[in-house]
């Protein structure tokens, strides 16, 4: 772990700026990451990569087979780009953050978190949006969704700017 925040120390100090900025978090509070130690070294366990890629294998006393652990890296790569969007525009919305402003900041906060994966920044950015507005949008903008329509609005105009980034 040490090794690799060592070599990626630009892409996460971008990304904790990104939502530090985003989220208008003081110091204060992005301390709280240190804290945690997700930086400093520490061993990933098969069963913590269950948890993070959400289930995607069942849970036995021998998850750690290869075609297993990828596919569950894969899973958790994917779920967890997708809850950094959902969080990201949520704190957006929530702080009445400019929809054209933060979207840049936020597809650049995805695309560094892509390559923190070891994924395509543009193509992995893309895909993460296609799975938030499906998977996390719907639940925020029916008619029946006990969203407040101001925020209703706000939801609809960021995921029509991060779209605009890549459709145009």
Known sequence: MTDFVTRHQEEINQTLSAIQRIGKFSAATMAIVEELGWHQNHAITAPS?????????????????????QRMVRAGGDLQMTHLLHALVGAAVSRQQPAAATSRTIIHALMNAAVLLGKDANDAAYSTYRMWRVAFLPGMLMPSAPSPSEAKVRYREFAHRLEGYFIS
Do not use: A, N, V
């Open 49 to 69: 990569l269950l948890l993070w890629s959400g289930g995607i294998e069942e849970f036995s006393p021998q998850p750690g087979e290869p075609h297993s652990l």
